[in-house]
Structure formats: C-alpha cells, structure tokens
C-alpha cells in the first residue's frame, strides 16, 4: 500500500504543469580590487559605474502592484567578500519603526531591505542577510523551500520552521539615513557562506519591509500566499568570474560561566558553580560543517514562556539553544507536528528516578557534521554525550543521529535517518547504571515531493522505533499532500501512531490512534484599499483507533480578514466531540474527574486579532466562548506592546480562563500574566526582564538579563532569576533564587 502510495505521488508531480516565471529578473556582479569603506555612502567609483536593479513590486498586501517606494541595489565582489549596496526611497517626515537595537530583529516589527542566497540553486535552503536602517544586522538560513509556518510547533499544520534566525556569522555592514532615502552596504564573507566552487550564478532575491507606507515589497515577483522567502521564485546573481573554493575558516568560542543558586524546595540549599567549555565551528569545504562543543552552558538562553495548559496533552515548546538550532532543519525537520523522532530539548533533560521529576542532565560533549557531500546529496550527523547523575539516578546517555538527504527532481527530496539513544560509561556496580542493550533507537524514511513553482507539495514517511524487546505497532506513518493559488488553498493530512511507537528523543504527546484532516480555504482579494483580503475556511480533523473508533473530533469553521495596515482577524466556530480514554479533569484541580470512556459533544466560537507590529502601539487579542467538555468556557487574552523607537519596548500579556462544571465537578479560573521591558542603551548594550505569573503552575518568575556585546558576536551576560510561590502574589515566598554570568569570545582563525 505504502509502495502504491508513493508512486501515485510521484506520478502526480510529474504530470503537475510547472510554472515558471515569464522572464527570471538578473543582475550582474563585477569583481573588483578596490577597498570599501562601510559608511552607508556611495562615494566609491565602482558603486558609481556597477550594474544596478530597481523596480520592486509589492507582495504585501498586493502582488505585482510596483512598490510605492522603490528600491535599489547593486553588487560587487572580490577573492574574499561580497559586497552589495542598497538605496532606499524615503519619507523623511514619517518615524521608522524599530523595537530596539538588538542583533536578529524580527522583520514584521521593524523597517528593514534584505537578500535571500540560493547558493547551490537547489531551491530548498538559502541564506539571508538583512539591515535596518539603525545598522542592525540579521542573518538566518531558509530551509524546506522558503515555505511552511514561521513558528516550529505553532500556526499551521506541520509546524516546521523555514526562517532560522538563530544561527549566526560574522559580517560587516554600515547604514545611513538621508533626505528622502537611506543607504546601505553589506559585506559578507564568502567562507562564511557555503556554495559550489566553480559557480558563476547564484539564485537571488531581495525583500523590504516599510512601515511608512505598510508594504512589504520584492525584487523579484512573489505572488500573495507565498512566503517573501520562497526560493522557486528568485532571480539570477550572476558572478564576473566563477568563484573558486573559499578559504577553510575556523571560528573558536571559549566560553567562562558561574552560577550560584540558593533553593528552599530542594537540596542542596545553596550551590554554586564555575565553568569554561569551547565551541568550535570548522569549514571542511565549501559545503560542508563540524561543529563541536565542550561542555557548553546555556545560561544565556532565554526562558519559556509559561503557557496555561488545558489540554490532555503535553505541550510543545520550541528549542532555543544554538548549538541545536543552527541547520535543525536537516535533524528535526521530520515527522508531523504530534510525531516528532527528533525534538532535540529531549537532550540534557532526564527523569529523576528518586523523584519522578525532570532534572537537567549536563551535557559533556557534542559535535555535529552537516551540509552538502555534493550537488544533490545532504548529510548530517550528530552525537551528544550526557554526564550522570549519581543522586538523581540518571546514568550517562549518548545520543546519536545521522540522516541523508537525496535531492530528486526539482526542488523535492528523499530522506532517510537512524537515531540513537544509549547508556554509556557507567559503573555497573551501582543501581543506576543501565545495561548497554538497553537502547531506544529510531529509524524512518521520508519523501517531499512538490512541483517547480511550489504549488502542489507532498510528504510521504514512515517511522520505526526499536528497542530491545519487539513489540507491535512500534510506527509512525504519514502522508500530507496540499495545492495553492492566489484565491484558494486546500490541504490533507493523514498520520498514524502505533500503542507502542516510543521515541524517546523524540515528541509524541499521543498514541494508538490514526489522524485525518482535509481543509479548504478560499481568499476573496477585493480592490480596496483598507481591506486586501477576506474569506472563509474549512478545516475538519479526527482521531480514531482501532478499538474505541472516533475518539475526537473538530470541525472549524472560519472567516478570515487581512487589511492593509497588516492587521488579521479571525472569527471561528468550532463544533468537537471527545471520547475520553482515560479519567480526566478538565479544571486541573484535583477534583472528580470525568469517567474514562465517557463522550461529550459540544461548540465553542474565538476569535483572534492582531494590528501590525510595525506601529508603535500594537495589539494581539484572543478570546473563546461556549461549552468545553460537560461544562463552559470563557477565556480572554492579549498582549499589547508599546515601542520608543528605538531604545524602548514594552509588552504586557495576560490570558484568563474561567472553567464552570456542574457539581460534583471542580470550577477553575487560570489566569496568567507576562511582562517583557526590553531596554537598548546602544548597539552593544541591552537590559531585558521578564517577568511571569501563572497560577496553575503556582509560580511567579522572574528574569532578568543584561547583555554586553564588546566584540562582534562576543558576549558578557548577566542573568538573574526569582521563582515564587503564586498563591498570595502580595506576600512572596521564595522558591528558589539564582544568578548567573557567563563571557563568551568569537574568534575567528
């Protein structure tokens, strides 16, 4: 079946009519000897005679309309860097908008001009470089085509993230704003990129974001419902001579931390720590990656938001440790959003068996390999290895992973992967040491199929897990398949998880059942000038298992409204039904639970707003009322966030969910509330505090975290962090308390 499966895929996309772009935009690079000052200026006499490109259109909130401030570029380039020059037309009257002056901005916040990079022309992964007009850099890579959802784990069905602005380089720019434009100047090196050597041509493509006129506009044309990132749709950079092989590069990042805890709900009291660790990044080729790292510290990392469940499940929340993050594409990129083989916070994190509760599992050692063997073949490999933990009875886990990536046709690929997880280097003679044939291993194929312009895609896997004991239905197994024009999209998924499928570096919140969703949404795109686009969806979803048959569904129902300022509203009704499998208590208060087995039909209606985030005030709100399980629901939440461009930003959230269940079952209100100041003193120096109240956690947490950026890419952090108990927030009780610093230092050899 699963054969047949595929080959009806396959003949699908060969007989899918691929468009293509009447006529791909082009601009020509120079190679040049002369030395560039980064001033934001164009006062060099090659900028001057360098071919130029103009006449972007927007793709936001229409398509193909020209952009109503235009933009310009030009680029040049020598043995080592890559040079580009960009003008924008201004309005010198109007603010630009900017949340503050920290690297990595978020491009829906802030003005900016960007370049995507498809190196190797594959039309699958890229990278991106972007500048605001205060000279804030941006760097990420683009993965599984420049399309999918924007968050990992949110939005969309699939959840896969195609915009990794975690990883990082070093490059060089400068920006300056005049009367009427601004100017801006990158140079990235080329071994800090990786391309074919040889090439003359590179896939390109140049987007902008504009607050002063709310537009998104693009140098080469992208049509509405496609990402701004989209690589089947890029133009042509075409290099005077073909690049030879960049030099090797090799970058060192030693690291020294300290902590100091002091805690009143486990021992020891107090604590305190201090650690050096090295990571090292390695470019064997023009292709291809090692990464290692040495007792790294995440100190730095910034904490999860605290997010009130109602569910039966667990939630997912998304990897923000660099080390990881940088290429998660290759290693985590598999699977659907509720079987997942690879979900790398798995790592470091391991069950207490004194306690039951999950510890940190400090992590000794990793390295990973990833990138291009040649034109078509991808690899990665990765492997952790874990400390134990003699009091917490947590023996030393290695992790491994390798996966290939086969590219086939145009724009599509096969995959296959084997994951590894084993104890190793344990005394056998104490009682938490595993024995080496107790492993949990994972291993599964994969196949994403779509045609040249992106508007039919497919994926096609099956996943094994293996332990030492064989057990039945031990799978994952799935197939989506979705088609896209301007006025409509449809979609379908289907997935299966096996009782006993058990990856445990993995995230599957649910077992034994079979997933169906078809969806349809259609997109009326009147000529109006507030209101760009409205129309309604369907989207309906089930699960089902072989012995109790249906045991959930919902059927959405939504209308959907974009507007020219960039603000989204969403009014939605939801008709479900759940058959319980197990005991379960809606209100998470220890009260009497609903029976297992019982079945409970009910509707509830939501709706979602949110106003651009280019303004200077901005606001998301949520809301939901009707029936939830045998009772009712009213929930109401937001986030409002106030800017002082460009040195301030302000947000304040909060969610409140009012839960009401006929006797003998518990009432509960959850209400959760989160404030974020961040605070810009300069480019190089930011002060940020979180703070958080969630009373089904019973925790107010606090962060606060001060960073100096006294080298590009070199860090000194401070972090400081309260956990109290939320009972009587007017009358804290300590949790637990801690403080932490760590320096980190780029070096490039």
């Not at 509405?224 to 690049?243: D, I």
């Not at 931390?257 to 709900?265: C, F, L, Q, T």
């Not at 023009?286 to 040495?294: E, Q, R």
């Not at 398949?481 to 999209?489: L, M, P, T, V």
């Amino acid at each position: 079946m699963k054969i047949k499966l595929s080959i009806l895929f396959i003949l699908l996309l060969s007989n899918f009519h691929a468009f293509s772009q009447e006529q791909k935009r082009k601009i020509f690079a120079k190679k040049i000897s002369q030395e560039i000052v980064l001033d934001g200026e164009m006062n060099e006499e090659f900028w001057k005679n360098a071919e130029s490109s103009k006449g972007y259109v927007q793709y936001s909130p229409r398509d193909s309309v020209p952009a109503e401030l235009d933009t310009e570029f030009r680029v040049a380039y020598d043995d080592k860097f890559l040079y580009i020059l960009a003008k924008m037309e201004d309005i010198s009257s109007k603010k630009f908008i900017l949340g503050d002056l920290k690297r990595d901005f978020f491009g829906g916040s802030t003005d900016y001009i960007s370049f995507t990079f498809d190196t190797f022309q594959d039309e699958t992964n890229g990278y991106n470089f972007g500048l605001s007009p205060y000279n804030i850099q941006r760097e990420a890579l683009l993965s599984n085509g420049g399309e999918g959802n924007f968050s990992s784990g949110g939005g969309s069905r699939g959840g896969i993230s195609w915009f990794n602005i975690n990883w990082n380089t070093k490059w060089y720019s400068g920006a300056k704003v005049y009367d009427g434009y601004w100017i801006t100047e990158f140079k990235i090196p080329f071994n800090s990129i990786r391309y074919k050597a040889g090439t003359k041509i590179w896939n390109l493509n140049s987007h902008r974001g504009n607050s002063k006129v709310d537009e998104g506009s693009i140098w080469s044309p992208i049509p509405l419902g496609f990402s701004p990132g989209n690589l089947s749709m890029t133009g042509e950079l075409e290099f005077e001579f073909p690049l030879e092989k960049s030099s090797q590069s090799m970058v060192l990042i030693p690291y020294l931390s300290g902590s100091g805890i002091r805690n009143k709900v486990a021992e020891p009291a107090r604590d305190s720590d201090i650690d050096v660790g090295l990571d090292m990044k390695l470019a064997l080729s023009s292709s291809l990656n090692l990464d290692v790292t040495i007792n790294p510290d995440f100190s730095q990392v910034e904490v999860d938001e605290q997010r009130t469940n109602l569910t039966r499940f667990e939630l997912f929340l998304p990897e923000k440790r660099e080390f990881f993050t940088d290429n998660a594409d290759l290693f985590s990129n598999l699977g659907s959003r509720e079987a997942r083989p690879m979900f790398s916070r798995r790592i470091g994190i391991a069950r207490d068996t004194t306690t039951s509760q999950y510890v940190q599992n400090p992590i000794i050692f990793g390295a990973k390999l990833s990138g291009k063997v040649n034109e078509g073949l991808r690899v990665g490999l990765l492997n952790m290895q874990t400390a134990k933990l003699s009091s917490s009875g947590v023996p030393s886990y290695n992790y491994g992973m390798a996966v290939v990536e086969k590219n086939i046709l145009k724009n599509s690929k096969i995959s296959s992967f084997l994951i590894n997880k084993q104890s190793l280097f344990n005394d056998k003679s104490v009682e938490y040491a595993h024995d080496l044939s107790n492993f949990n291993r994972v291993f599964g194929f994969e196949s994403k199929l779509q045609t040249n312009n992106t508007k039919f895609k497919s994926q096609l896997y099956y996943h094994q897990s293996v332990e030492n004991e064989d057990v039945n239905g031990a799978n994952s197994y799935g197939a989506n398949a979705s088609y896209e024009e301007r006025n409509f999209e449809t979609n379908v998924y289907f997935y299966g998880v096996g009782e006993n499928f058990n990856p445990e570096v993995g995230f599957v919140p649910r077992k034994d059942y079979v997933f169906l969703s078809p969806s349809f949404q259609y997109k009326f795109l009147p000529e109006n000038i507030s209101l760009v686009q409205h129309g309604p969806g369907v989207d309906y979803e089930f699960y089902r298992n072989k012995i109790n048959g249906i045991t959930d569904y919902d059927i959405d129902i939504d209308y959907n409204f974009r507007f020219r300022s960039q603000a989204y509203l969403v009014l939605k009704t939801n008709i479900l039904y759940t058959k319980l499998l197990d005991d379960f208590d809606p209100s998470r208060s220890d009260g009497v639970p609903l029976d297992a087995f019982s079945e409970y039909n009910y509707v509830n209606h939501t709706f979602y707003l949110r106003t651009s985030e280019r303004k200077i005030f901005s606001v998301r709100l949520n809301g939901k009322v009707g029936e939830f399980f045998n009772g009712k629901i009213k929930n109401i939440g937001g986030t409002f966030t106030y800017k002082f461009p460009p040195f301030l930003n302000l947000s304040l959230g909060s969610q409140y969910n009012d839960l009401d269940f006929p006797a003998p079952y518990s009432s509960a209100n959850f209400f959760s509330l989160n404030s974020k100041i961040n605070v810009s003193f300069s480019k190089d120096l930011f002060f940020s505090t979180y703070l958080q109240y969630n009373n089904q956690f019973d925790n107010i947490n606090l962060n606060a975290r001060f960073q100096w950026r006294f080298q590009p890419l070199s860090d000194i952090f401070l972090v400081y962090t309260d956990n109290y108990y939320a009972e009587n927030p007017l009358f804290l009780n300590l949790k637990n308390r801690s403080f932490a610093f760590k320096i980190n230092y780029w070096i490039n050899i």
